[in-house]
Nanobody
Framework: QVQLVESGGGLVQAGDSLRLSCAGT????????MAWFRQAPGKEREFVAH????????KYADSVKDRFIISRDNAKNTVWLQMNSLKSEDTAIYYC??????????????????WGQGIQVTVSS
């Protein structure tokens, strides 16, 4: 069993920053590549960011590139998403996810084996 739990969401104003955390339990955290996805009302879940197992490689969606930073500390079994210069269009439920094998399809929801429950981020304009 692998459990992922997000925290750190909330309501902020446009231009503010927010940091989400995802804590993992159940298996060695460094065994997983980790990602963040988000889903706005009425829209499909979309890729936000991915970080490799040891944290050396990161990938970002164009919509958050240069604003968001994904990081991890395997000793703490935690991955973070630092969100800066937030916009109203960033409003969504944010999910963390874990993959157990390498794939170039890291941007696809189908690539991931485990998901957190999601956490709301609301950005007021």
């Amino acid at each position: 069993q692998v459990q992922l739990v997000e925290s750190g969401g909330g309501l902020v104003q446009a231009g503010d920053s927010l940091r989400l955390s995802c804590a993992g339990t159940g298996r060695t955290f460094s065994s997983f590549g980790m990602a963040w996805f988000r889903q706005a009302p009425g829209k499909e879940r979309e890729f936000v960011a991915h970080i490799s197992r040891l944290g050396f490689i990161t990938k970002y969606a164009d919509s958050v590139k240069d604003r968001f930073i994904i990081s991890r500390d395997n000793a703490k079994n935690t991955v973070w998403l630092q969100m800066n210069s937030l916009k109203s269009e960033d409003t969504a439920i944010y999910y963390c996810a874990a993959d157990t094998e390498y794939s170039e399809s890291y941007y696809s929801t189908g690539h991931y084996d485990y998901w957190g429950q999601g956490i709301q981020v609301t950005v007021s304009s």
